[in-house]
Nanobody
């Protein structure tokens, strides 16, 4: 089992910044991909950014140039630096980890990000 806990959500004005953190604990395999997804009201959950254990990052076009994903394997953490936030970034942000050959995955409980215009 793996547990994921997110930190750093909140209310911010448009144009502002927030940094989300997620800490993983439990039986974490060395080969994994950690990522951030978001879900706005009435919409499907979508990938925001993901980063492999080899530090290869994939960032959604909608946030490219504004959001940066990084990880610290010594601390079992993944971060999402969000700059130039827009009202359309308002959503619940979920941390995710996929591990191993079969891609077993776990989710955090989510953290609310609200961007006021």
């Amino acid at each position: 089992q793996v547990q994921l806990v997110e930190f750093g959500g909140g209310l911010v004005q448009a144009g502002g910044s927030l940094r989300l953190s997620c800490v993983a604990s439990g039986s974490i395999l060395s080969t994994n991909t950690m990522g951030w997804y978001r879900q706005a009201p009435g919409k499907q959950r979508e990938l925001v950014a993901a980063i492999t254990s080899s530090s290869i990052a994939n960032v959604a076009d909608s946030v490219k140039g504004r959001f940066t994903i990084s990880r610290d394997d010594a601390k079992n953490r993944v971060y999402l630096q969000m700059n130039s936030l827009k009202s359309e970034d308002t959503a619940v942000y979920y941390c995710n980890i996929k591990m191993g050959r079969y891609g077993v995955e776990y989710w955090g409980q989510g953290t609310q990000v609200t961007v006021s215009s």
